[in-house]
């Protein structure tokens, strides 16, 4: 089992829709988890720290559940400027690296 | 805000050649890293840095790769003798402490030719 792993998506959706991603993650010692996200050929940069109480930062929604080891992402309201590819990242217990996800690639359509 | 910076953004070179790539990180952070990504493809986690030793390695970062903070704020990355499959982004990412997420720099497109 991949140490992250994500649905590659393309999640393609309409303008104002809602649409979630998961990612699962094999170790059950990991100790942090946020969503990036990533523009084409851009830099990852972070969108938000996932909480395990859950969180959420205007349009967006994360939640963490360590029983079934996924994290979510949950975007309303979706705009155009959405469209980029979401990475998920944890960190494992040896806490020295962040593991990536190979991410989802998301296109909002007008 | 801070930021950490690369350079270049952009460098071709010819394989067999070394190329050393630059980055200085935020200033107070403590925790270094590499990651490079293939076009199209995932970030890949090369190696992490930590009170000037490398702290993990990915079996990616062979004897080819190595990392140097030589002056306390510069964090290098050279490639000794570049192949073509080594063409790809190289971000280079800090973070301040444990637990803390990592910020990155805009990254060094490294074409080999």
């Known amino acids: 089992r991949k140490e992250v792993e994500q649905d590659p998506g393309p999640f393609n959706v309409p303008e104002g829709a809602t649409v979630a991603f998961n990612c699962t993650y094999s170790?059950?010692?990991?100790?942090?988890f946020f969503w990036y996200r990533q523009d084409c050929r851009k830099e990852p940069k972070l969108l938000m720290s996932v909480y395990s109480s859950g969180n959420e930062d205007g349009r967006f929604t994360a939640q963490l559940n360590r029983a079934s080891q996924y994290i979510s992402l949950l975007i309303r309201d979706s705009k155009l400027s959405d469209s980029a590819t979401y990475l998920c990242?944890?960190?494992?217990?040896?806490?020295?690296?962040?593991?990536f996800g190979a991410g989802t690639r998301l296109t909002v359509k007008p | 805000e801070p930021e950490v910076t690369q350079t270049p953004s952009h460098q071709v070179t010819q394989m067999g050649q070394e190329v050393i790539l630059h980055c200085v990180p935020i200033?107070?952070?403590?925790?270094f890293y590499w990651y490079r990504q293939i076009l199209g493809q995932k970030v890949e986690f090369l190696v992490s840095f930590y009170n000037n030793e490398i702290s993990e390695k990915s079996e990616i970062f062979d004897d080819q790769f190595s990392v140097e903070r030589p002056d306390g704020s510069n964090f290098t990355l050279k490639i000794r003798s570049t192949k073509l499959e080594d063409s790809a982004m190289y971000f280079c990412?800090?973070?301040?402490?444990?637990?803390?997420?990592?910020?990155f720099g805009n990254g060094t497109r490294l074409t080999v030719t």
């Open positions: 200033s107070n952070h403590l925790y």
């Open positions: 170790n059950s010692a990991s100790q942090s």
């Open positions: 990412a800090s973070r301040g402490q444990m637990g803390s997420p990592l910020h």
């Open positions: 990242v944890v960190i494992p217990p040896n806490n020295n690296d962040m593991r």
